[in-house]
């Protein structure tokens, strides 16, 4: 049996220690965003959280070091539904290309899972919002646009402004209109509501990069830590066999 060897960061939440405490597998702890990601570049482990760290360093670093944008897809759950959900970062998905990007990198991770996509795509209103405000009528016609566009590939919906509905249909892959957008909802479903997170998974590298929140539970960096864990074993694994297994 194969050990996997996962990495997580420590900040001033400490969560991330005790959290390391509840999981089967060892973690490697580090106080510094340096040695976590040069760990996981340099192949020394098999996975990396960034815990309680921060991330106006490791994430340029990542886009530096693979000279292409990389995007960051939250992995949520919510009455025991799990779904994907992006962007996150509040400065990703400002652009319509920047959006497609977004989908076509998830929905491949999705696949590498072998989980079918269901595409759900937010805007900023309903159908007959738009003529209320020029950057509601935007936001509608760039995701009417963005759905044209996918439609061919995937399964996908424009949903508008009513999230619900696309949870409510198991959407596995939810495209928030924005960044800023996206991390309130977020925050909103797991700091305030009863969301779960899982972390997010860094989109466009081969490694594996859980981002989480400086602010997360014990619990919730448990999670984090064992899809990690959950995501070293798969890919070791269809290295070996052409076999996959989902979340």
């Known amino acids: 049996m194969v050990i996997m060897k996962i990495a997580a960061g420590v900040g001033e939440n400490k969560n991330i220690i005790e959290a390391s405490k509840e999981v089967d597998f060892e973690v490697i702890l580090t106080e510094s965003e340096e040695e976590l990601i ?9 996975g990396a959280v960034r815990g309680s760290l ?6 340029p670093f990542l886009k530096e070091k693979y000279n292409k944008d990389i995007y960051r897809a939250s992995l949520l759950e919510i009455k025991n539904h799990k779904f994907l959900f992006a962007p996150v970062g509040i400065d ?18 999705l696949k590498n899972i072998d989980i079918n996509p269901k595409i759900a795509i937010l805007s900023g209103g309903r159908p007959q919002d738009i003529g209320r405000s020029k950057k509601i009528y935007d936001s509608i016609e760039e995701a009417e646009n963005i759905t044209t566009i996918i439609k061919n590939k995937y399964s996908v919906k424009h949903y508008f402004i ?11 892959f939810i495209l928030a209109p924005d960044g800023i957008s996206g991390n309130l909802i977020f925050r909103t479903l797991v700091f305030l509501g009863s969301g779960k997170s899982y972390g997010a998974i860094t989109l466009g590298i081969d490694e594996i990069f859980i981002d989480t929140s400086r602010a997360q539970s014990i619990k919730g960096y448990k999670r984090a830590l064992e899809f990690s ?3 070293a074993r798969l890919k070791s694994r269809n290295k070996h066999a052409d076999t996959k297994t989902s979340l």
């Open 54 to 59: 921060g991330s106006s360093w490791i994430i």
């Open 229 to 231: 864990h959950y995501l």
């Open 92 to 109: 990703e998905g400002d652009s319509k290309e920047q959006k497609i990007k977004i989908i076509e990198l998830g929905a491949q991770f």
């Open 162 to 172: 009513l999230i619900e509905n696309a949870i409510k249909d198991k959407a596995n």
């Open 38 to 46: 040069q760990m996981l570049v340099n192949k020394e482990i098999n």
